[in-house]
C-alpha cells in the first residue's frame, strides 16, 4: 500500500504555512511595487560609529564582527557604507568620466566592488549612499553622460545647490531636459555593477521629490534587487509618496548626539536619550504610513556597545522595544567589533526581532506624562503591547486596560524580553518600572481566542478529489456536522504556476464546483499545496517573490482564508527552498491581513526531528509568526498500536521547541500546535491508528486547546469492499466517518 497522504511514499509531509502578521488598523499608502523590504532591514551602518573615516578594511571588520557574533544568523545582514567615501578637491566631489562621484582609492584602495565582494562572500548585503543632484566638477568639466549625446551643462540647474554633508557643491538636476533620466540610469547601473544592495539617498526633501522618483525608477531598471532608503526628516505631508516610491524614509533628524570628544563630535557617546525619546511622537505621527515593502526609518540602534554609547542598559531596552513596536530599520551603529555580553543579549533575542519583523507598526494608546503605553495585534487574536516610563527620574507605575488594547476578559500574558510565563491577569495590566524601563508583552487573549478556535478550522479533514472514490463533501458535512475540509493538492503544473494535481486548472472545473457547494452549504475550506509526488511550486518559483505569486494565484481563485501548503520530498530537505517558502509566507501573510496558515511535517515519538526543528527556528528567526505547527505523528515504524499515547508523547516535544523558538507561554505554545493523524493502516506494517486512539487524542486536544485536530483522510474513512484500495478505505473494521465523528466533537 502507497502512503496515502502523500500519495507514493511512507515519508511525512508538511503543510507549510506562513507568518502571522499583525494587523494595524489603518491600512498604508500604496507601497513601492519595486519587491523589496517586505520587512524591515536588519544590519550595520557606519555612520554612527565610523563616521567620517570609513575604509575598506574598517567595513571588512565590521562585516566579519556580523557573522562572529552570531548577529547575522539572527538576521542582521545589511553592512552599509555611509557618506565620506568619495575624494574631494576645493570645487567639491572629483567625478569619473561621465560626471559620477570618484571613489576616495586612499579609504578603498580596491574599489567599491572588492568591498561588496567581501560583504557578499560572507553571505551579506552590501549598502551605499548617494545625495540628489549633479557635481558642480561634472558640470564645469561638461563631462558626457554615459549612453547618450548629452553632457552634464544640458541637465544641470545651477541656479539652484542641493543639500549635501561632505563636499557640498552640488547643483539641482532639471528632469525636464533630455539626458537627466539618464544621467541617473548611469549612477544607478554602476552602484547595481558594483554589488550594491542597498541604497541610502540622503539630504532629501520636498523639493527632491523629482530626485526620487528618478532614483527609484532608475534602480528597478538595473535587474538588480536594491533597497531604496531615504533620509533625512522627511516631511510627513508627502509620506504616500515616499512611500511610493522608496521602501524606508528617516522620520526625523539624526539620532547621534554629536556630543562625543573627537572631530565633528565623533566618539562615545553615541547618542543621549532625549535624542531616541524624542522618537516616541514621531513613531506615533507616522504610524499609519509604515507596512510591507515600506517603514518608518527611527535611525540607527545604538545597541553594542554597553553605556559609553551613551545610554543606560534600561533606556537601551527601550530604545529597542520602541524601534521593534514601529517596525522599524534595525541598523546598528555601533562598534560590532567591541560587543558588550549585555547588548549582544538584547540583539540577538528573537523574541524582540520577531515584534520587529511582523510588518506592523504599533500604535501609542496611552499618553500621559512620562507614562506611554504601544500596542498592535496579531491576525490569531493575541496583542503586542509595550509599556514605557521615558523619564530620567523617578520610577513610575504604568497602567492599560485591556479594552484600550482590544479586547475584554482575562489576558494570558508573556514577558518577550525575559521568556517568562506571567499567568493570566483580568482587566488591566500594570508594571512598576524604573526611569527609562520598558516592558514588552504578548497577550493571548483567554476567553475570545478559545472561541475563535472552534470547530470548524482546526478540524478540516483532508479530501482528495484527485483519487480515492471522494465521497461528496455535501454528505459527509450532513452526516458529521464538519463544515471545513483541507483540500489537497495544488502542484506546479512544470512552471512557477498551480494547477489541481498540476495539471488541473484552478478555476471552472469540478474543483471549484465543490467548493462552491460546500460554501453553500454553509463551510469552507483550506486549500492544500505541495504533497510528496508531482512537481513543487517551491522549487519551480526560483525566488521568494515568484512563490509568494504562485500562492497568491490560488488565495485569489477562491478568497481563501485559510492555506495550507504541505511541503515534502526534496523541498523539505532542502534548506534554501525551506527558507524560500518562510519568506514567500511571510509576503503572502503581509498581503492577506487575517490568512490562517498551518505548518505540518513529519515527526519522531519524542517530537519533530531536527529538519522540523530547523523550520521552526527558521521560521521564528525570520519573524515568522505561524498559526500552527502541526505534526503528523504517524509511520513511526515497529508496528506501534499505541498510536494515541505516542501521539501526545510527539505532541509534547513539538509544544516544547515551538515555545522555545518562539517564547510562548505553554497556553500559548498549545494554541499554536496541531497534529494530523492517519485514520486506520498506515504505511508501517502492523501500525494501526485505533478509533481510540482518536478519542485519547481528542482528549489531549480538549485539554490543552491546541490548534488544530485533524486527520489523512476523509476518502479512507470507510470500511473496505471486496478490495484493500488504501486509497479510498482505511483497512479496518468501522462504520463510515467513524474517526471523523471524534474528531468533529472538538471545539477548540
Same mark, same amino acid.
Given at each position: 500500500?502507497?502512503?496515502?497522504?502523500?500519495?507514493?511514499? #511512507?515519508? $511525512?509531509?508538511? %503543510? +507549510? /504555512?506562513?507568518?502571522?502578521?499583525?494587523? !494595524?488598523?489603518? =491600512?498604508?499608502?500604496?507601497?513601492?511595487?519595486?519587491?523589496?523590504?517586505?520587512?524591515?532591514?536588519?544590519?550595520?551602518?557606519?555612520?554612527?560609529?565610523?563616521?567620517?573615516?570609513?575604509?575598506?578594511?574598517?567595513?571588512? #571588520?565590521? $562585516?566579519?564582527? %556580523? +557573522? /562572529?557574533?552570531?548577529?547575522?544568523?539572527? !538576521?542582521?545582514? =545589511?553592512?552599509?557604507?555611509?557618506?565620506?567615501?568619495?575624494?574631494?578637491?576645493?570645487?567639491?566631489?572629483?567625478?569619473?568620466?561621465?560626471?559620477?562621484?570618484?571613489?576616495?582609492?586612499?579609504?578603498?584602495?580596491?574599489?567599491?566592488? $572588492?568591498?561588496?565582494?567581501?560583504?557578499?562572500?560572507?553571505?551579506?548585503?552590501?549598502?551605499?549612499?548617494?545625495?540628489?543632484?549633479?557635481?558642480?566638477?561634472?558640470?564645469?568639466?561638461?563631462?558626457?553622460?554615459?549612453?547618450?549625446?548629452?553632457?552634464?551643462?544640458?541637465?544641470?540647474?545651477?541656479?539652484?545647490?542641493?543639500?549635501?554633508?561632505?563636499?557640498?557643491?552640488?547643483?539641482?538636476?532639471?528632469?525636464?531636459?533630455?539626458?537627466?533620466?539618464?544621467?541617473?540610469?548611469?549612477?544607478?547601473?554602476?552602484?547595481?555593477?558594483?554589488?550594491?544592495?542597498?541604497?541610502?539617498?540622503?539630504?532629501?526633501?520636498?523639493?527632491?521629490?523629482?530626485?526620487?522618483?528618478?532614483?527609484?525608477?532608475?534602480?528597478?531598471?538595473?535587474?538588480?534587487?536594491?533597497?531604496?532608503?531615504?533620509?533625512?526628516?522627511?516631511?510627513?505631508?508627502?509620506?504616500?509618496?515616499?512611500?511610493?516610491?522608496?521602501?524606508?524614509?528617516?522620520?526625523?533628524?539624526?539620532?547621534?548626539?554629536?556630543?562625543?570628544?573627537?572631530?565633528?563630535?565623533?566618539?562615545?557617546?553615541?547618542?543621549?536619550?532625549?535624542?531616541?525619546?524624542?522618537?516616541?511622537?514621531?513613531?506615533?505621527?507616522?504610524?499609519?504610513?509604515?507596512?510591507p515593502g515600506g517603514w518608518n526609518d527611527l535611525d540607527s540602534l545604538e545597541i553594542g556597545n554597553g553605556d559609553q554609547a551613551g545610554l543606560t542598559a534600561d533606556q537601551r531596552r527601550s530604545?529597542?522595544?520602541?524601534?521593534?513596536?514601529?517596525?522599524?530599520?534595525?541598523?546598528?551603529?555601533?562598534?560590532?567589533?567591541?560587543?558588550?555580553?549585555?547588548?549582544?543579549?538584547?540583539?540577538?533575542?528573537?523574541?524582540?526581532?520577531?515584534?520587529?519583523?511582523?510588518?506592523?507598526?504599533?500604535?501609542?494608546?496611552?499618553?500621559?506624562?512620562?507614562?506611554?503605553?504601544?500596542?498592535?495585534?496579531?491576525?490569531?487574536?493575541?496583542?503586542?503591547?509595550?509599556?514605557?516610563?521615558?523619564?530620567?527620574?523617578?520610577?513610575?507605575?504604568?497602567?492599560?486596560?485591556?479594552?484600550?488594547?482590544?479586547?475584554?476578559?482575562?489576558?494570558?500574558?508573556?514577558?518577550?524580553?525575559?521568556g517568562s510565563h506571567k499567568g493570566v491577569t483580568a482587566g488591566s495590566y500594570s508594571a512598576d518600572l524604573r526611569p527609562g524601563e520598558t516592558r514588552l508583552i504578548r497577550v493571548r487573549p483567554?476567553?475570545?481566542?478559545?472561541?475563535?478556535?472552534?470547530?470548524?478550522?482546526?478540524?478540516?479533514?483532508?479530501?482528495?478529489?484527485?483519487?480515492?472514490?471522494?465521497?461528496?463533501?455535501?454528505?459527509?458535512?450532513?452526516?458529521?456536522?464538519?463544515?471545513?475540509?483541507?483540500?489537497?493538492?495544488?502542484?506546479?503544473?512544470?512552471?512557477?504556476?498551480?494547477?489541481?494535481?498540476?495539471?488541473?486548472?484552478?478555476?471552472?472545473?469540478?474543483?471549484?464546483?465543490?467548493?462552491?457547494?460546500?460554501?453553500?452549504?454553509?463551510?469552507?475550506?483550506?486549500?492544500?499545496?505541495?504533497?510528496?509526488?508531482?512537481?513543487?511550486?517551491?522549487?519551480?518559483?526560483?525566488?521568494?517573490?515568484?512563490?509568494?505569486?504562485?500562492y497568491q494565484k490560488v488565495i485569489n481563485a477562491y478568497r481563501l482564508k485559510a492555506l495550507d501548503i504541505d511541503i515534502e520530498n526534496t523541498e523539505w530537505s532542502n534548506p534554501t527552498v525551506?527558507?524560500?517558502?518562510?519568506?514567500?509566507?511571510?509576503?503572502?501573510?503581509?498581503?492577506?491581513?487575517?490568512?490562517?496558515?498551518?505548518?505540518?511535517?513529519?515527526?519522531?515519538?519524542?517530537?519533530?526531528?531536527?529538519?522540523?526543528?530547523?523550520?521552526?527556528?527558521?521560521?521564528?528567526?525570520?519573524?515568522?509568526?505561524?498559526?500552527?505547527?502541526?505534526?503528523?505523528?504517524?509511520?513511526?515504524?515497529?508496528?506501534?498500536?499505541?498510536?494515541?499515547?505516542?501521539?501526545?508523547?510527539?505532541?509534547?516535544?513539538?509544544?516544547?521547541?515551538?515555545?522555545?523558538?518562539?517564547?510562548?507561554?505553554?497556553?500559548?505554545?498549545?494554541?499554536?500546535?496541531?497534529?494530523?493523524?492517519?485514520?486506520?493502516?498506515?504505511?508501517?506494517?502492523?501500525?494501526?491508528?485505533?478509533?481510540?486512539?482518536?478519542?485519547?487524542?481528542?482528549?489531549?486536544?480538549?485539554?490543552?486547546?491546541?490548534?488544530?485536530?485533524?486527520?489523512?483522510?476523509?476518502?479512507?474513512?470507510?470500511?473496505?469492499?471486496?478490495?484493500?484500495?488504501?486509497?479510498?478505505?482505511?483497512?479496518?473494521?468501522?462504520?463510515?466517518?467513524?474517526?471523523?465523528?471524534?474528531?468533529?466533537?472538538?471545539?477548540?
Open positions: 500500500m502507497i502512503r496515502i497522504r502523500t500519495l507514493t511514499a #511512507a515519508v $511525512a509531509g508538511l %503543510l +507549510v /504555512a506562513a507568518a502571522v502578521p499583525l494587523v !494595524g488598523t489603518a =491600512h498604508p499608502a500604496a507601497a513601492s511595487d519595486n519587491g523589496q523590504s517586505v520587512r524591515p532591514a536588519m544590519g550595520w551602518s557606519s555612520w554612527s560609529y565610523v563616521r567620517r573615516q570609513p575604509t575598506e578594511a574598517k567595513i571588512k #571588520a565590521q $562585516a566579519d564582527a %556580523l +557573522v /562572529a557574533s552570531g548577529l547575522k544568523d539572527h !538576521g542582521f545582514v =545589511h553592512v552599509n557604507l555611509d557618506d565620506f567615501w568619495q575624494k574631494c578637491d576645493s570645487n567639491g566631489f572629483t567625478v569619473d568620466s561621465y560626471g559620477r562621484w570618484a571613489v576616495d582609492t586612499a579609504k578603498f584602495p580596491g574599489g567599491i566592488k $572588492a568591498v561588496a565582494d567581501y560583504v557578499h562572500s560572507k553571505g551579506l548585503k552590501f549598502g551605499f549612499y548617494v545625495t540628489p543632484g549633479i557635481a558642480k566638477n561634472a558640470v564645469t568639466k561638461n563631462t558626457p553622460i554615459e549612453g547618450t549625446s548629452y553632457h552634464a551643462k544640458d541637465i544641470a540647474d545651477t541656479s539652484k545647490s542641493e543639500k549635501n554633508y561632505n563636499c557640498k557643491n552640488m547643483y539641482y538636476i532639471d528632469y525636464s531636459k533630455p539626458g537627466a533620466q539618464e544621467f541617473v540610469n548611469s549612477w544607478a547601473n554602476q552602484f547595481a555593477s558594483w554589488g550594491v544592495d542597498y541604497l541610502k539617498i540622503d539630504g532629501v526633501g520636498s523639493q527632491d521629490v523629482p530626485d526620487v522618483k528618478a532614483w527609484s525608477q532608475a534602480l528597478r531598471g538595473t535587474g538588480r534587487p536594491i533597497t531604496f532608503g531615504l533620509s533625512n526628516n522627511l516631511p510627513i505631508a508627502d509620506a504616500p509618496t515616499w512611500r511610493q516610491l522608496a521602501n524606508s524614509w528617516r522620520t526625523q533628524g539624526d539620532v547621534e548626539c554629536y556630543c562625543g570628544p573627537g572631530d565633528h563630535g565623533s566618539g562615545y557617546p553615541l547618542t543621549d536619550w532625549s535624542h531616541v525619546s524624542a522618537r516616541f511622537d514621531t513613531a506615533a505621527n507616522w504610524q499609519p504610513y509604515a507596512g530604545h529597542f522595544t520602541l524601534w521593534a513596536m514601529a517596525a522599524a530599520p534595525l541598523l546598528l551603529g555601533t562598534d560590532l567589533t567591541r560587543l558588550d555580553t549585555v547588548d549582544k543579549a538584547m540583539l540577538t533575542n528573537d523574541r524582540l526581532i520577531g515584534v520587529d519583523q511582523d510588518g506592523v507598526a504599533a500604535k501609542r494608546i496611552v499618553n500621559s506624562g512620562v507614562k506611554q503605553v504601544w500596542s498592535k495585534k496579531e491576525s490569531d487574536g493575541q496583542y503586542v503591547v509595550a509599556l514605557f516610563n521615558t523619564g530620567t527620574s523617578g520610577s513610575s507605575t504604568v497602567s492599560v486596560n485591556w479594552t484600550q488594547v482590544g479586547f475584554s476578559g482575562s489576558g494570558d500574558v508573556t514577558d518577550l524580553w525575559s483567554v476567553d475570545s481566542l478559545k472561541a475563535a478556535a472552534a470547530p470548524g478550522f482546526a478540524v478540516a479533514p483532508y479530501e482528495y478529489l484527485g483519487w480515492g472514490s471522494p465521497q461528496n463533501p455535501a454528505s459527509v458535512m450532513s452526516a458529521t456536522g464538519v463544515k471545513w475540509f483541507t483540500l489537497a493538492f495544488v502542484l506546479s503544473d512544470g512552471t512557477c504556476n498551480p494547477k489541481w494535481d498540476g495539471s488541473r486548472p484552478l478555476t471552472g472545473g469540478d474543483d471549484q464546483a465543490k467548493i462552491n457547494a460546500i460554501r453553500a452549504a454553509g463551510g469552507d475550506v483550506v486549500v492544500s499545496v505541495g504533497g510528496w509526488s508531482g512537481n513543487k511550486l517551491g522549487e519551480k518559483c526560483s525566488s521568494a517573490s515568484a512563490l509568494a505569486g504562485a525551506r527558507q524560500r517558502v518562510v519568506d514567500a509566507l511571510k509576503t503572502v501573510k503581509a498581503n492577506n491581513p487575517g490568512l490562517r496558515t498551518v505548518i505540518t511535517f513529519g515527526t519522531t515519538t519524542g517530537g519533530p526531528d531536527s529538519t522540523g526543528v530547523d523550520m521552526i527556528k527558521r521560521a521564528a528567526n525570520s519573524g515568522l509568526s505561524n498559526d500552527v505547527w502541526c505534526i503528523m505523528p504517524f509511520d513511526f515504524g515497529g508496528g506501534a498500536t499505541n498510536m494515541g499515547t505516542l501521539t501526545t508523547q510527539a505532541m509534547e516535544g513539538l509544544k516544547a521547541r515551538v515555545k522555545s523558538a518562539y517564547g510562548y507561554s505553554d497556553a500559548t505554545a498549545y494554541a499554536h500546535i496541531g497534529l494530523s493523524s492517519m485514520n486506520g493502516t498506515t504505511d508501517d506494517s502492523g501500525e494501526r491508528v485505533r478509533v481510540a486512539d482518536f478519542r485519547t487524542m481528542l482528549g489531549y486536544a480538549q485539554q490543552h486547546h491546541i490548534g488544530r485536530l485533524t486527520y489523512w483522510s476523509v476518502n479512507r474513512d470507510r470500511a473496505c469492499g471486496s478490495g484493500t484500495d488504501g486509497d479510498s478505505c482505511s483497512g479496518v473494521s468501522q462504520q463510515p466517518y467513524d474517526y471523523l465523528k471524534v474528531f468533529a466533537q472538538y471545539t477548540g
